[in-house]
């Protein structure tokens, strides 16, 4: 069974910074986009970024020019960088990938607090 496993949530400062990670535990080759959504509390799962088994990218607006999405394909890894954090960042944030097969899969996610 595939497993994502998120790591490098804290609380930062606004105009910080922080790098998520999500390891997998099959080859992220074989899924065909993987990306990271969040979720605020009181409010539904959103998009923050994907990226394409090509390296093709996609963002929110709302975080597009602060976070950059990334995989390192050797260690089955993606990364997401976020760069000067806003308070209203504060969310959940969740690994999803998507296979050839049309399987979905997530993992349970780390928080990420911008407070001062």
């Known amino acids: 069974q595939v497993q994502l496993v998120e790591s490098g949530g804290g609380l930062v400062q606004p105009g910080g910074t922080l790098r998520l990670s999500c390891a997998c535990s099959a080859r992220i080759l074989s899924f065909y986009v993987m990306g990271w959504y969040r979720q605020a509390p009181g409010k539904p799962r959103d998009l923050v970024a994907t990226i394409t088994r090509g390296a093709s990218t996609n963002y929110s607006d709302s975080v597009k020019g602060r976070f950059t999405i990334s995989r390192d394909n050797g260690k089955d890894t993606v990364y997401l960088q976020m760069n000067s954090l806003r308070p209203e960042d504060t969310a959940v944030y969740y690994c999803?990938?998507?296979?050839?097969?049309?399987?979905?899969?997530w993992g349970k996610g780390t928080l990420v607090t911008v407070s001062s």
């Open positions: 999803n990938g998507r296979d050839y097969g049309g399987m979905e899969y």
